[in-house]
């Protein structure tokens, strides 16, 4: 079971880990691709020892088994640092979203209001100039995640957002 990780001890206070909740179907489509990852590389070497055996002059099927490994490790890595690295984390600062191996990273002080949205259940996060991020944690932890947020940066306003408001707003 995942939980929240605080790491202590650095110059800026505590470092707060939330991972990512993903929807089962998420979860099932990112173990599948790993296991067809393998697949993908369990044939190519079943190929590639076939092709050993034979003519081993061709430069095109060298490339092609190259690729094709190639390709084959490099989706496993991507789908399982998915898997295993898809975080928020906050900082004194900062606020990192970490997605496998991709990582973006918003200053505190542009984040304008935090809403929980009652009627989705979501809790989202509004930045200036308009653009918005959904927070996709276990719902037992947006009040943490909230509350970490407006300590390290307590000009953020918090606002809760009834079903009927949110269906509102879905309108407009």
């Not at 906050?90 to 200053?107: C, D, H, P, W």
């Not at 037992?140 to 307590?154: H, I, M």
């Amino acid at each position: 079971m995942q939980t929240v990780r605080e790491k202590t001890g650095n110059a800026d206070g505590a470092v707060k880990r939330y991972p990512f909740r993903f929807s089962p179907l998420i979860c099932f489509l990112l173990v599948l691709g790993v296991a067809l990852c393998l697949v993908s590389f369990g044939l190519t070497t079943w190929y590639f020892t076939d092709f050993l055996k034979g003519n081993l002059s061709s430069p095109y099927e060298w490339l092609k088994y190259i690729l094709l490994y190639g390709v084959s490790c490099a989706g496993a890595v991507l789908f399982l640092a998915m898997l295993i690295r898809s975080e928020y984390v906050l900082t004194a600062e900062k606020l990192r979203i970490r997605f496998g191996l991709i990582v973006s990273s918003y200053s505190l002080k542009s984040i304008r209001t935090v809403k929980h949205l009652r009627g989705s259940d979501k809790l989202a996060v509004y930045f200036e100039r308009d653009k918005y991020m959904v927070i996709v944690v276990k719902p037992a932890w947006y009040e943490d995640f909230v509350k970490s947020l407006l300590e390290r940066n307590p000009k953020i306003a918090f606002d809760f957002v009834t079903a009927e408001e949110e269906q509102n707003l879905r309108k407009k």
